[in-house]
């Protein structure tokens, strides 16, 4: 069974750091493209980063880029979102996905459609 757990959300003040974890069971994760999402309510699901199966090619979201990180331990099954310089606006649950894909597609890994499996998500709260 397919089953993608997500873990390491929490309350941050701004400015600081959080690491998130998708950890894979039923399944390999290098074999897939995997991506990060967040969704603030009555907004739509936003694209946050995706790391391609093999190569390890990233993408990431212009409000993200150069402060968080999307990185596979292929070891542990398991892919990380470090999240670093978190501003109040970074507030979000937060949900890894695999992709029916082995490379994160140049022209649309950041819609939700892309996408297979979910986790269950993992809320993060940055506020002082």
């Known amino acids: 069974q397919v089953q993608l757990v997500n873990s390491g959300g929490g309350l941050v003040q701004p400015g600081g750091s959080l690491r998130l974890s998708c950890a894979a069971s039923?399944?390999?994760?290098?074999?897939?493209?995997i991506g990060w999402f967040r969704q603030a309510p009555g907004q739509e699901r936003e694209g946050v980063s995706c790391?391609?199966?093999?190569?390890?090619?990233?993408?990431?979201?212009?409000?993200?880029?150069?402060r968080f990180t999307i990185s596979r331990d292929n070891a542990k099954n398991t892919v990380y979102l470090q999240m670093n310089s978190l501003k109040p606006e970074d507030t979000n649950v937060y949900w890894c996905a695999a992709s029916r894909t082995y490379y994160c597609?140049?022209?649309?890994?950041?819609?939700?459609?892309?996408?297979?499996?979910w986790g269950q998500g993992t809320r993060v709260t940055v506020s002082s």
């Open positions: 597609s140049g022209y649309g890994w950041w819609a939700p459609a892309e996408y297979d499996d």
């Open positions: 039923g399944f390999t994760l290098d074999n897939y493209a």
């Open positions: 790391i391609s199966g093999g190569d390890g090619s990233t993408y990431y979201a212009d409000s993200v880029k150069g």
